[in-house]
């Protein structure tokens, strides 16, 4: 859950920061700056891909764990004595 929070607020703040770039850097005399469009572009994808691995790791492990089944899956020794004998019984 974590590191979802972590990549989903990367991911914001790439993405929004890749829009700002995109809108206030590409006017270079009435004409796009082709590097600063591409940067504005490659920030807003990143961060899409931030937004989009880390919101589903957040909803996932935000959800309620599993039971743990395995106590009940271990094979469990016991041993019985009484004056007059010895049992083991194994169970699987």
Known sequence: ?????????????????????????????????????????????????LLGVGIPLWVVGAGDPEPNDDASARPIPAVAVTPRSVAARWTF
């Open 1 to 49: 859950m974590v590191t979802g929070i972590i990549l989903t607020s990367c991911g914001l703040v790439n993405a929004t920061a890749g829009a700002v770039a995109f809108v206030s850097l590409t006017q270079c005399d009435g004409e796009f700056c082709g590097f600063n469009a591409l940067a504005g572009v490659a920030g807003v994808g990143l961060g899409t891909i």
